[in-house]
Nanobody, 123 residues
Framework: QVQLVESGGGLVQPGGSMRLSCAAS????????MGWFRQAPGKEREFVAAISWSGVNTYYGDSVKGRFTISRNNAKNTLYLQTISLTPEDTAVYYCAARRGTTRTIPDEYDYWGQGTQVTVSS
């Protein structure tokens, strides 16, 4: 089992950048595929990015491709999401999630979730 805690959210102006972190408990973080999802009010949870347990393979949702970068440091049990060129459409609660096995883009295929961190893009 793994527990996840996101941090790094807040208010940012359009065009700005932000780095989200997800700290994982336990000794087996390196065996989990990880993902970032987001959910805006009144919308379904949306896939943002995913990374394999080794960090070699990464995947991105179409709306963030080229602007967001997912990475992980298994020695520090931490997942990251670097964002740039943010727009108001990026405003959402951002969640990290973990699953054993290969990466997936569907929220229901993830086993563990953090509590989320709010990102608000506004001038």
């Amino acid at each position: 089992q793994v527990q996840l805690v996101e941090s790094g959210g807040g208010l940012v102006q359009p065009g700005g950048s932000m780095r989200l972190s997800c700290a994982a408990s336990g000794r087996t973080f390196g065996s989990y595929a990880m993902g970032w999802f987001r959910q805006a009010p009144g919308k379904e949870r949306e896939f943002v990015a995913a990374i394999s347990w080794s960090g070699v393979n990464t995947y991105y949702g179409d709306s963030v491709k080229g602007r967001f970068t997912i990475s992980r440091n298994n020695a520090k049990n931490t997942l990251y999401l670097q964002t740039i060129s943010l727009t108001p459409e990026d405003t959402a609660v951002y969640y990290c999630a973990a699953r054993r096995g290969t990466t997936r883009t569907i929220p229901d295929e993830y086993d563990y979730w953090g509590q989320g961190t709010q990102v608000t893009v506004s001038s």
